[in-house]
């Protein structure tokens, strides 16, 4: 057999390991909730055998846990494991913030600063307890800011660290977040204005700093969201 002879870029496997993992982010998976191999079979229309694949790694990973000898469930963490994650994500965002730092170009800088311009009156709107409807713009566009430093840092192995430490689903993260700006429309407002600090930082390549921001700025803002 040839070693180097050609592979398919996706198997099912992968299709389902992924599908599933997004399913959790974005909640359609809730934490806690129980599942099964032919459950999921069902609602993705596949066999059993790439969901049985696709979930011994998501149990590798931690992100399904088993309940039982034959059950599973959506792995849901206790506080102080919930707060341990959110370190590890918000470290993780802080060294793709130094990498983008160092990486940095004027595109960047350019795509950075117009997410921005969108966000700030919308925001204004927000502060003055207007326009809760353009909260889930918001976070869209800020999802969207973070996502290009992200990319910007060039280095899969810490994006793929960094998808699997999300504490919280994107539906997770709206609704906590609608909840706060309610009961302190001004911490949201400070927080906000940090991506403006962040920016002058990535423009000026001012990697330790752009880092350390970046780190307070993810760390306060899940543990703010994972106050009760």
Same mark, same amino acid.
């Given at each position: 057999?040839?070693?180097?002879a050609?592979?398919s870029?996706s198997t099912?496997a992968d299709?389902?390991?992924?599908?599933?993992?997004?399913?959790v982010?974005d909640?359609?998976l809730?934490r806690?909730?129980k599942?099964t191999?032919r459950?999921l079979?069902?609602?993705?229309?596949?066999?059993?055998?790439?969901?049985?694949?696709?979930l011994r790694?998501?149990?590798?990973?931690?992100v399904v846990?088993?309940?039982g000898t034959r059950?599973?469930?959506?792995a /849901?963490?206790?506080a102080?494991t919930?707060?341990e994650?959110?370190e590890t994500e918000a470290r993780l965002a802080?060294?793709?913030?130094?990498?983008?730092?160092r990486?940095?170009?004027?595109?960047?800088?350019?795509?950075?600063?117009?997410d921005?311009a969108?966000t700030d009156?919308l925001?204004?709107?927000?502060?003055?307890?207007?326009?809760?409807?353009?909260?889930?713009?918001?976070l869209?566009?800020?999802?969207?800011f973070?996502?290009?430093?992200e990319?910007?840092?060039?280095n899969?192995v810490m994006?793929a660290?960094?998808a699997q430490?999300?504490?919280?689903?994107d539906e997770?993260r709206?609704?906590?977040?609608?909840?706060?700006?309610?009961?302190?429309?001004d911490?949201?407002?400070?927080?906000?204005?940090?991506?403006?600090?962040l920016?002058?930082?990535l423009?000026?390549g001012?990697e /330790?700093?752009?880092?350390?921001?970046?780190?307070?700025?993810?760390?306060?803002a899940l543990?703010h969201?994972?106050?009760p």
């Open positions: 057999m040839d070693s180097l050609p592979v870029s099912l299709q389902v390991y992924a599908r599933l993992r997004a399913a982010q909640g359609s809730r806690g909730e599942i191999e459950g079979a069902a609602r993705l229309q596949v066999s059993p055998t790439p969901v049985r694949e696709a790694q998501l149990i590798h990973e931690r846990e088993r309940a059950a599973l469930r959506i /849901d963490y206790d102080a919930m707060d994650i959110a802080g060294l793709a913030a130094r990498f983008a730092a990486k940095r170009t004027d595109v960047l800088v350019a795509e950075l600063t117009a921005l969108e009156p925001v204004a709107r927000l502060e003055r307890g207007e326009g809760t409807d353009d909260l889930a713009e918001v869209a566009i800020l999802r969207r973070h996502r290009r430093i990319d910007a840092a060039r899969p994006d660290l960094l430490s999300r504490v919280f689903s997770e709206y609704t906590r977040t609608l909840d706060r700006i309610h009961a302190a429309p911490k949201f407002a400070e927080r906000y204005r940090q991506h403006r600090e920016l002058g930082l423009a000026a001012d /330790d700093e752009a880092e350390s921001l970046a780190v307070r700025h993810r760390l306060t543990r969201l994972g106050q």
